[in-house]
Nanobody
Framework: QVQLVESGGGLVQAGGSLRLSCEAS????????MGWFRQAPGKEREFLAA????????YYADSVKGRFTISRDIAKNTLYLQMNSLKPEDTAVYYC???????????????WGQGTQVTVSS
């Protein structure tokens, strides 16, 4: 089994930056792809970025392209999301996910972390 634990969320002013981490434990060799999603109150879960566990083929949602960067450190079994130029509309609970295919759909991921809150003040 693989477990995912996010960290790094918090309160930041608009224009600021945060780096989210997602530490994977367990049988990580079974993971092919990992992604970041977010969900704001009253809204559907939104895809942000995804990458293969080997580090190739990162891709992003248009809403965050150029502001967010996904990366991973295999030695640390950790996935990251560097978020710059944050906006109030980025406020949400952020989730990392692992799955067997590189996908922008949450149906492509079978394992999810517990989420970490990001709040951007104006």
């Amino acid at each position: 089994q693989v477990q995912l634990v996010e960290s790094g969320g918090g309160l930041v002013q608009a224009g600021g930056s945060l780096r989210l981490s997602c530490e994977a434990s367990g049988r990580t060799f079974r993971m092919y792809a990992m992604g970041w999603f977010r969900q704001a109150p009253g809204k559907e879960r939104e895809f942000l970025a995804a990458i293969t566990w080997t580090g190739g083929r990162p891709y992003y949602a248009d809403s965050v392209k150029g502001r967010f960067t996904i990366s991973r450190d295999i030695a640390k079994n950790t996935l990251y999301l560097q978020m710059n130029s944050l906006k109030p509309e980025d406020t949400a609970v952020y989730y990392c996910a692992a799955g067997g295919s590189l996908s922008s759909s949450d149906r492509g991921y079978g394992l999810w972390g517990q989420g970490t809150q990001v709040t951007v003040s104006s």
